[in-house]
């Protein structure tokens, strides 16, 4: 019986797979064709992580080395990149390679790192959790980003005026999770109540009984009549209340 009726059973599929595949030139060329492959893939897919208003500077990819002893069959036609949606750059990325020509169909998971430098606001003193943020307390700077999940932030308007809603060592990147609205009227304060409608306004003062952020509702006593209202925080120790 000639190779060209030999019944093609799984066994001699993979011996002629084994056969097509076996030479390390080849093998060592495809290696390299699809590392280079992954990199120009997650050279355009990174900006989809990296925010439009801060450039993103150096990037770097390094993919994982492919063990040359894989045997992979030649592939005749582009091969296709893809990566779980839950991917998350800078940090480490999954990358799919697959393989669908006449000749060969096969897939393999390629790792890489990906890392590039930015503009980010970091800590210029240690924050106390609660702590408003001033000019003062935070810079930008430049750095290598490469850890995934942190949510950086890249302007100093989008941190001036908030509140550290957890502690922030000094010359660490604030991380945009843990900022709060800073609360404009603290429980205990005295504040400006502005009481007023249509056809009159009328300034008191009051104690703060809660605190609250701009726009936020507080409750205040007026001392003077020991009545306590709602009002709405306008500004750094002032609220208003409609009569």
């Known amino acids: 019986?000639?190779?060209?009726?030999?019944?093609?059973?799984?066994?001699?599929?993979?011996?002629?797979?084994?056969?097509?595949?076996?030479?390390?030139?080849?093998?060592?060329?495809?290696?390299?064709?699809?590392?280079?492959?992954?990199?120009?893939?997650?050279?355009?897919?990174?900006?989809?992580?990296?925010?439009?208003?801060?450039?993103?500077?150096?990037?770097?990819?390094?993919?994982?080395?492919i063990d040359p002893r894989l045997q992979l069959a030649p592939c005749t036609t582009p091969m296709t990149y893809s990566m779980n949606s839950n991917t998350q750059m800078p940090g480490r990325a999954l990358v799919k390679v697959g393989c669908k020509?006449?000749?060969?169909?096969?897939?393999?998971?390629?790792?890489?790192?990906?890392?590039?430098?930015?503009?980010?606001?970091?800590?210029?003193?240690?924050?106390?959790?609660?702590?408003?943020?001033?000019?003062?307390?935070v810079r930008i700077e430049r750095r290598r980003l490469h850890r995934p999940g942190v949510k950086y932030v890249h302007a100093l308007s989008q941190v001036v005026g908030k509140a550290a809603g957890r502690r922030i060592a000094a010359n660490k990147a604030v991380d945009w999770r843990f900022l709060e609205q800073a609360d404009l009227v603290r429980k205990g304060e005295t504040v400006q109540l502005m009481a007023k409608n249509a056809s009159i306004a009328v300034k008191i003062e009051g104690k703060a009984l809660t605190s609250g952020a701009k726009g936020e509702q507080i409750r205040v006593r007026n001392p003077l009549s020991n009545r306590i209202v709602d009002a709405r925080v306008t500004s750094r120790g002032r609220a208003e209340v409609a009569l």
Request: glycine share 4%; aromatic share 8%.
């Open 1 to 65: 019986m000639t190779a060209k009726n030999k019944k093609l059973t799984p066994r001699y599929l993979v011996g002629v797979l084994v056969a097509v595949c076996c030479c390390p030139a080849w093998s060592n060329n495809l290696t390299t064709k699809i590392a280079d492959g992954v990199t120009q893939y997650l050279h355009k897919s990174v900006s989809d992580f990296q925010p439009g208003n801060a450039p993103a500077y150096a990037l770097n990819i390094q993919t994982q080395s």
């Open 101 to 137: 020509s006449p000749q060969a169909t096969w897939s393999i998971y390629v790792s890489a790192t990906v890392s590039w430098e930015q503009d980010i606001v970091v800590a210029t003193v240690g924050l106390r959790r609660g702590q408003d943020i001033t000019s003062n307390d």
